[in-house]
């Protein structure tokens, strides 16, 4: 098989196995109630200082009106809580409650071990060759996500 067969094959099963997989590593008893892109959004917002619905969003290439399903979903579950903004009461601000920050932690933990799995047994040469061709790819999909 030449290197655009192998690439090829790899690329398609890890699209098709990475949310599969992910659902399944996050899913464990304490999270029972997460699905994995509830967990994209608990990631998004983060553990830093509260975001706007807007950016969020933006963040997660979704509109306003599709993350506002999904946040009263993970506000319901006690995962995220809305807050008024003090200087502008029109804007909703968004934070992860102490549940949510475990799920974060949870969440990264797993992105955590395939990052040590992918880089295993490289050299730092190789690492960099790596990185360079997966923003390759990563521009190649902004580029056509429209």
Do not use: C, W
């Not at 990631?43 to 399903?69: D, H, R």
């Not at 490289?122 to 061709?133: I, M, N, P, T």
């Not at 390759?136 to 996500?145: A, D, Q, S």
């Amino acid at each position: 098989m030449d290197i655009n067969e192998t690439l090829n094959e790899v690329l398609v099963k890890l699209f098709r196995d990475i949310n599969t997989i992910e659902e399944r590593a996050i899913r464990t008893e304490e999270y029972r109630d997460v699905t994995a892109n509830d967990m994209h959004v608990i990631e998004a917002i983060g553990t830093g200082a509260p975001k706007n619905m807007t950016t969020v969003a933006k963040l997660l290439s979704v509109t306003t009106g599709t993350l506002t399903i999904s946040m009263n979903s993970l506000v319901k579950k006690g995962y995220v809580q809305r807050v008024r903004s003090e200087e502008d009461r029109r804007v909703v601000l968004v934070s992860l409650t102490e549940k949510g920050k475990r799920a974060f932690a949870h969440h990264k933990q797993f992105h955590d071990a395939m990052i040590r799995e992918v880089l295993k047994g490289l050299d730092g040469e190789e690492q960099e060759v790596l990185r360079r061709a997966l923003l390759n790819l990563m521009n190649f999909f902004e580029e056509r996500k429209g």
